[in-house]
């Protein structure tokens, strides 16, 4: 099936088996291999990115429901060389220990400040239930999302949403199985 898909700012023109995941498109066929293939379960969200600017689980997408949309991933949030605030609070609140779970949880992060800019200990923690951290305890993680609520507070500077014009890449056909 053919698609038309922007992903962090670029527009790709793919043909694409229908029951390919996007998390296994943005991977294996664009090269996105900071979204995360967790437990293609949809339960530890490590593979969250934004859908038209709002996180799924791209576990639980397939590739042609993004047609014609627009996908954001961990690649596509820093600006001009510049982390996002998420990222850079995740940075310096020591937010990770092995890193698997984090390009999700930043993603999740992003849209829960987007819809509650000044969440509380508690909001934070509800706003990344869906998202699993197996090696710390959350507490670093919940204080980097209030730091960054902090950082990207008005008059503390521009939120890191990216506007990129936009390119075309037109590709080759994906087979069963997201190899080429």
Do not use: W
């Not at 510049?82 to 850079?88: D, R």
């Not at 590709?171 to 080429?180: K, L, N, Q, V, W």
Request: charged residues 25%; hydrophobic residues 35%.
């Amino acid at each position: 099936m053919r698609i038309s898909v922007t992903v962090d700012g670029v527009e790709y023109r793919d043909d694409v088996e229908p029951r390919t995941l996007l998390v296994h498109y943005l991977r294996e066929r664009l090269g996105k291999t900071g979204t995360v293939v967790g437990c293609d379960t949809s339960n530890c969200g490590a593979c969250t990115v934004h859908l038209d600017g709002h996180s799924v689980k791209s576990c639980a997408v397939l590739a042609v429901q993004a047609n014609d949309r627009e996908v954001t991933t961990i690649e596509g949030i820093a600006r001009d060389g510049q982390l996002h605030p998420v990222q850079e609070a995740f940075h310096q609140n020591h937010a990770l220990q092995c890193g698997f779970c984090t390009p999700g949880m930043i993603m999740q992060a992003i849209d829960l400040l987007a819809d509650n800019p000044d969440p509380d200990e508690d909001e934070v923690r509800h706003g990344l239930e869906g998202n699993l951290c197996r090696c710390t305890g959350y507490q670093n993680i919940v204080r980097a999302v209030r730091d960054a609520a902090q950082k990207m507070s008005p008059g503390s500077g521009p939120e890191a949403e990216r506007v990129d014009e936009t390119a075309v890449v037109d590709r080759a056909p994906m087979h069963a199985g997201g190899g080429e």
